[in-house]
């Protein structure tokens, strides 16, 4: 990576409202232009984040995400539109963020994260940016941070809230610190299932890039020890305190070894509990085979050809008597997670056994 020891004329002229800051300047874009940042996830957290970050000129920026763009996605991650449904994240947001600011470099990195992957790829950065949506890359994330002695800027949303925070900054709190071990298997339904209001990862996301360019410029209170918890309704912002409360080694790290060797696929999202059954195992069925669908009556497709009952989530109490217990009996949703909730809360109230959730989803 080339080092940037001068601002050009173009930099002059791009960032010039960023120079005439007192607490920026010629000296904080040139700290700006030679740092190195990598963002975790370019959807609805990663996509302001990036796009906040290369307009402000951040010289070298990578971005790790293996996943393809989905019309799902559009409702929240502003980057990317219609003619990029199937492309590869990693790649489509470079090409966007280059054409929205060919000043700085783009890295696209289009694979997992993993514990085998993630030290030598941190070891090239700066500052380490969570744009992630389950726990599981959470841990390894913040983990490997420790590890390689880098910032880690915490971003978190759940339907009408958000969460920001700064890890791991100059000997501060982890998120270990926040949260020492994860949720229960099956706890956590992940956005997929349970939604989020599209703008909450704007609001999250661009906070986020806040603390980032704080970090770089060492101005302001950086996010260190406290959490910022947003409730996108009221509106409202309310602050609490983060102790330094946890070391890497209470928890069976103490070297990138352990790092490496550590399970990090332990799974707290209820859409991704494993099963017997897909959609194609069920439509091999015969047309008598019931169905429960879980899902709210305006999604679609419809399962076809079988004897299906239809009753959301939310309404299983209300209708119980209409769901055999003697019989098989198929629960299906739009993507395995709110079927396999439904389950696990029709056996601990009502004692069903004869539940089987379709893995994945009518999807």
């Not at 949260?179 to 999250?204: K, R, Y």
């Not at 890039?209 to 770089?216: F, G």
């Not at 209409?322 to 029709?346: H, M, T, W």
Request: hydrophobic fraction near 35%; charged fraction near 20%; charge should be negative.
């Amino acid at each position: 990576m080339t080092t940037h020891k001068t601002l050009n004329s173009k930099d002059k002229s791009r960032y010039n409202r960023h120079l005439l800051l007192d607490k920026v300047g010629e000296s904080g874009q040139l700290k700006l232009k030679q740092a190195k940042v990598l963002v975790i996830g370019a959807g609805g957290l990663g996509c302001p984040i990036l796009q906040y970050l290369t307009a402000a000129g951040v010289g070298t920026i990578g971005i790790v995400d293996f996943d393809v763009v989905d019309e799902s996605n559009l409702q929240r991650q502003i980057l990317f539109g219609v003619d990029d449904i199937g492309q590869l994240k990693s790649e489509t947001a470079k090409k966007k963020l280059i054409a929205q600011n060919p000043l700085i470099n783009i890295e696209a990195f289009n694979y997992a994260l993993t514990n085998q992957n993630a030290i030598e790829l941190f070891k090239q950065y700066d500052i380490i940016v969570d744009g992630t949506d389950n726990f599981s890359t959470r841990y390894m994330v913040s983990d490997a941070c420790v590890l390689t002695n880098k910032p880690l800027v915490y971003g978190a949303i759940h339907k009408f809230e958000g969460q920001v925070s700064v890890f791991n900054y100059k000997d501060g709190p982890t998120y270990r610190c926040l949260f020492p071990n994860p949720p229960e298997a099956n706890s956590v339904q992940s956005c997929s299932e349970i939604g989020v209001i599209g703008v909450l990862p704007g609001i999250i996301g661009t906070q986020q890039a806040n603390e980032t360019l704080k970090i770089i410029l060492d101005i302001g209170n950086v996010m260190s020890g406290r959490l910022l918890m947003y409730d996108a309704l009221a509106p409202s912002f309310l602050e609490i305190k983060i102790n330094n409360s946890a070391n890497l080694s209470d928890f069976g790290i103490s070297s990138i070894a352990d790092f490496e060797k550590f399970d990090y696929s332990f799974t707290c999202d209820t859409n991704t509990t494993k099963s017997q059954f897909t959609i194609h195992d069920l439509n091999k069925l015969p047309n008598t085979t019931i169905v429960l669908d879980v899902r709210e009556e305006w999604e679609s497709p419809e399962v076809e050809n079988k004897s299906v009952i239809k009753i959301a989530l939310d309404d299983l109490d209300d209708f119980i008597d209409k769901i055999p217990s003697n019989e098989p009996v198929y629960v299906v949703c739009q993507k395995g997670g709110r079927s396999q909730a439904a389950i696990d809360f029709l056996k601990s109230e009502y004692k069903y056994t004869n539940l089987i959730n379709i893995e994945g989803g009518i999807q």
